[in-house]
């Protein structure tokens, strides 16, 4: 879709035409006219809304939350998703007070476990479970809630299903050959007889396609819940995949064609609307473009992770990389980034003794990053098994609220004059452009005001995303100082800056595609409440406390070591201390007695005069490093020529038995890739170094993305002198085994 839009620039009109989302390519292109083009390419409607949510909750909640599991096998008991109650309110009521939008919920995990009143999948879907004795639908409550509290809805429907793969008569690649099919298919036909469609509402749309049995079982369950539980603003479909069967293809075409029909509103996940940030951990671009290339619609939600996605260089290369495969670029689209990062460690709930959460701080900071830079942020808020969400994860959430609203609720620049007509305060379809690719405009407040948060918003859907590179000076002591420079602006840029009195600013374009777009500008403050607090062990083996006491100078930390929060009333940190036999640490800093957040760590035992070795190790990486205190150093077993294969072992000899209820396991911190990360181990331990008794196996989840440590705890206390970690499988079926850090935790 292409418009030509007549624009009055500073007083001289010129045409500009402009092409919602997409542009198809003729391959015959200048650079500088690909370039054009990439700068004309807007925004539709329904991404303008989707840029507009910002923040999302996301809620994994499913057999998995009961299991312990990341990834289910779709050979679980059916029955065991049994949740006493389900309060989809306060899911909404936590997730509204901290600034969120939208909840998008997995109802289909790639276990293929079904959480809503499905008629496609009767074995194994709520219909089994003992909640509600089989009759609970839990999309249907949390569609109320939404409703209730005035939060979007999105779904996440797994495109791979294990239940579908691994059971006897299972639909996902059985060799089944297209054939006319309607959707909604009567359930009772949808193998025998699939055109026979099934009674629907009244004008409901039927859809008719020639499909395979896995698509047409996938369209009719996506179909329910675009058509039952809406209105759906996001459709989420996950790209990856535990395993694969029989060539399965998806008619990812045939999904897109029948979302735009049933919810147009909905942006798509995985599709042609929103593409996936390229991590899991909360990291953000520098810089991230909108307008990106791509060979096909039904393949533009394929990963994309170079950090330069979108730059000048890449359209210009007329070609792209997703893992390792060249594509030709066809069209220009606009796509959204969307950060998916989970507040835990893992996407499902596990339990509150192991299970770490993000502090406030440092999810404020990924909201910044996230919303300041370009980006919608999705957060993963996993409810317990107990059907609600926990008690650490609310006060995160409310603290997080608290800070949004006290930094972004109040624009200290309202009411602001400008030398730049047509920017505002909040309106995207009115903006200010210069008449090159570089400008300069003034806003002067009504007040001097002390500032340290400065946005800016370009008029994407009415212009595109043009802004290379920009600055923001202030006027200090009677002269402009620059107090931020950046890239990209895009939808949203929020600068971070120190604190800063003054009445008037100065914004600089200093390089853009085209001719640029400001829409927006406004100012804030962050009064950021005390600094998070760093827990480790320093060489010596004593621990240490740290916090960032570069503006906070006055900053005092308190910590426990007795599984309580610390307050101003317990110990203070003044030095370095021991704790030998290890144990939760748990510490928050106090400024003018404001509270910051209470930081927590698991520390093991103090490896005093303990013998580690391993069955493989690769010179400079070896089994001590797994107990050296030194995050930035591992252990890694060897990848030279004939390097031995799973299972690899670490062996601990202490010097005497010791009580032992767990271990801690830090995954390589150097760089995010999976050589070298366990995912499935085995715990064994012996009294004498000759018998050993495995008394643990489990598995570790999104290692890759999301390296934090992570926290076992055996099933009760062993007395043992020698452990063993066993390797038993690599992330992404790497067969090295590593470790950055291992503790073993005592009684």
């Known amino acids: 879709?292409?418009?030509?839009?007549?624009?009055?620039?500073?007083?001289?009109?010129?045409?500009?035409?402009?092409?919602?989302?997409?542009?198809?390519?003729?391959?015959?292109?200048?650079?500088?006219?690909?370039?054009?083009?990439?700068?004309?390419?807007?925004?539709?409607?329904?991404?303008?809304?989707?840029?507009?949510?910002?923040?999302?909750?996301?809620?994994?909640?499913?057999?998995?939350?009961?299991?312990?599991?990341?990834?289910?096998?779709?050979?679980e008991d059916p029955k065991v998703f049994a949740p006493d109650e389900i309060d989809t309110d306060q899911w909404c009521r936590v997730m509204k007070d901290a600034g969120m939008t939208k909840l998008i919920i997995t109802v289909k995990h790639h276990d293929g476990y079904c959480t809503w009143q499905t008629r496609y999948n009767s074995g194994f879907s709520v219909r089994q479970s003992p909640w509600m004795r089989g009759k609970g639908d839990v999309l249907r409550l949390l569609s109320e809630s939404c409703k209730k509290h005035g939060l979007k809805l999105g779904v996440y429907l797994s495109p791979a299903d294990l239940?579908?793969?691994?059971?006897?008569?299972?639909?996902?690649?059985?060799?089944?050959?297209?054939?006319?099919?309607?959707?909604?298919?009567?359930?009772?036909?949808?193998?025998?007889?699939?055109?026979?469609?099934?009674?629907?509402?009244?004008?409901?749309?039927?859809?008719?396609?020639?499909?395979?049995?896995?698509?047409?079982?996938?369209?009719?369950?996506?179909?329910?819940?675009?058509?039952?539980?809406?209105?759906?603003?996001?459709?989420?479909?996950?790209?990856?995949?535990?395993?694969?069967?029989?060539?399965?293809?998806?008619?990812?075409?045939?999904?897109?064609?029948?979302?735009?029909?049933?919810?147009?509103?909905?942006?798509i996940f995985g599709g042609p609307d929103i593409r996936w940030c390229g991590n899991e951990h909360g990291?953000?671009?520098?810089?991230?473009?909108?307008?990106?290339?791509?060979?096909?619609?039904?393949?533009?939600?394929?990963?994309?992770?170079?950090?330069?996605?979108?730059?000048?260089?890449?359209?210009?290369?007329?070609?792209?990389?997703?893992?390792?495969?060249?594509?030709?670029?066809?069209?220009?689209?606009?796509m959204v980034s969307?950060?998916?990062?989970?507040?835990?460690?893992?996407?499902?709930?596990?339990?509150?003794?192991?299970?770490?959460?993000?502090?406030?701080?440092?999810?404020?900071?990924?909201?910044?990053?996230?919303?300041?830079?370009?980006?919608?942020?999705?957060?993963?808020?996993?409810?317990?098994?107990?059907?609600?969400?926990?008690?650490?994860?609310?006060?995160?959430?409310?603290?997080?609220?608290?800070?949004?609203?006290?930094?972004?609720?109040?624009?200290?620049?309202a009411g602001f004059t400008t030398t730049a007509?047509?920017?505002?305060?909040?309106?995207?379809?009115?903006?200010?452009?210069?008449?090159?690719?570089?400008?300069?405009?003034?806003?002067?407040?009504?007040?001097?005001?002390t500032v340290n948060r400065i946005a800016l918003q370009e008029a994407v859907s009415q212009v595109g995303q043009r802004v290379k590179s920009h600055a923001v000076d202030a006027w200090v002591d009677g002269a402009w100082k620059e107090v931020a420079?950046?890239?990209?602006?895009?939808?949203?840029?929020?600068?971070?800056?120190?604190?800063?009195?003054?009445?008037?600013?100065?914004?600089?374009?200093?390089?853009?595609?085209?001719?640029?777009?400001?829409?927006?500008?406004?100012?804030?403050?962050?009064?950021?409440?005390?600094?998070?607090?760093?827990?480790?062990?320093?060489?010596?083996?004593?621990?240490?406390?740290?916090t960032d006491r570069s503006s906070d100078v006055k900053q005092v930390i308190y910590y426990t070591a007795n599984s309580s929060d610390p307050a101003a009333s317990?110990?203070?940190y003044r030095e370095p201390f021991d704790l030998p036999e290890g144990g939760e640490v748990r510490a928050r800093s106090v400024l003018g007695g404001q509270l910051g957040p209470v930081t927590r760590a698991m520390l093991g035992i103090v490896p005093h005069n303990w013998k580690i070795a391993a069955s493989s190790e690769y010179v400079g990486f070896?089994?001590?490093?797994?107990?050296?205190?030194?995050?930035?150093?591992?252990?890694?077993?060897?990848?030279?020529?004939?390097?031995?294969k799973h299972p690899i072992t670490l062996t601990i000899e202490m010097p005497k038995k010791r009580n032992l209820r767990g271990f801690t396991y830090l995954p390589r911190q150097d760089k995010r890739m999976p050589d070298g990360m366990v995912e499935l181990w085995r715990i064994e331990a012996s009294i004498d170094g000759k018998d050993w008794k495995e008394i643990a196996q489990a598995e570790f989840g999104n290692l890759l993305n999301d390296p934090r440590q992570r926290v076992h705890l055996f099933s009760r206390s062993y007395n043992i002198q020698w452990l063993r970690f066993v390797s038993l499988r690599g992330v992404q079926d790497k067969p090295y085994a590593g470790a950055a850090e291992i503790g073993l935790l005592g009684d």
Not at 180 to 187: E, G, Q, R
Not at 439 to 447: D, R, S, Y
Request: glycine residues 8%.
């Open 1 to 75: 879709m292409k418009l030509f839009l007549l624009f009055i620039i500073t007083g001289t009109a010129i045409a500009v035409e402009k092409h919602v989302q997409t542009v198809e390519l003729t391959g015959n292109e200048s650079d500088a006219g690909l370039l054009e083009l990439a700068s004309s390419v807007v925004a539709s409607p329904r991404q303008l809304a989707y840029h507009k949510d910002e923040f999302i909750g996301f809620i994994h909640f499913g057999p998995n939350t009961f299991t312990g599991k990341e990834w289910g096998n779709g050979m």
């Open 163 to 267: 239940f579908q793969m691994e059971s006897k008569d299972g639909l996902y690649g059985n060799g089944s050959k297209d054939v006319a099919s309607v959707i909604p298919t009567d359930p009772a036909s949808l193998a025998r007889e699939p055109a026979r469609v099934r009674a629907t509402a009244s004008g409901a749309p039927v859809f008719r396609y020639s499909l395979d049995d896995y698509n047409r079982y996938f369209m009719n369950q996506l179909y329910e819940l675009l058509t039952e539980y809406g209105p759906i603003h996001e459709v989420w479909f996950d790209g990856a995949h535990p395993k694969t069967k029989g060539g399965q293809a998806y008619r990812k075409d045939l999904w897109f064609e029948m979302i735009r029909k049933l919810a147009p509103e909905a942006a």
């Open 283 to 334: 990291g953000t671009r520098t810089d991230e473009w909108n307008v990106i290339p791509v060979t096909d619609m039904s393949l533009s939600g394929f990963d994309r992770t170079p950090a330069d996605i979108g730059t000048d260089a890449q359209i210009l290369a007329r070609k792209y990389e997703v893992y390792g495969k060249s594509y030709p670029v066809k069209f220009l689209n606009y």
């Open 338 to 413: 969307e950060v998916d990062v989970s507040i835990r460690s893992g996407w499902f709930w596990r339990n509150e003794h192991e299970q770490t959460v993000r502090s406030a701080d440092d999810v404020f900071d990924i909201y910044e990053r996230c919303v300041g830079g370009n980006a919608v942020f999705l957060l993963n808020v996993p409810p317990a098994s107990n059907g609600k969400i926990g008690p650490r994860d609310v006060a995160c959430l409310a603290e997080v609220g608290r800070r949004v609203r006290a930094t972004y609720g109040t624009n200290l620049a």
């Open 421 to 449: 007509q047509g920017i505002t305060s909040s309106n995207l379809d009115t903006f200010w452009q210069p008449k090159t690719t570089q400008g300069t405009f003034e806003i002067t407040l009504p007040a001097e005001q």
């Open 485 to 546: 420079k950046a890239g990209v602006i895009g939808y949203k840029r929020i600068h971070r800056i120190a604190d800063v009195r003054t009445a008037k600013f100065r914004v600089r374009i200093l390089d853009s595609r085209n001719t640029p777009s400001i829409a927006t500008f406004s100012a804030h403050y962050d009064a950021a409440p005390p600094k998070a607090v760093t827990i480790s062990r320093n060489a010596a083996g004593k621990v240490e406390l740290v």
């Open 570 to 572: 317990s110990t203070p």
């Open 622 to 644: 070896e089994a001590a490093k797994a107990m050296d205190g030194d995050p930035s150093t591992f252990w890694h077993s060897s990848w030279a020529d004939g390097y031995p």
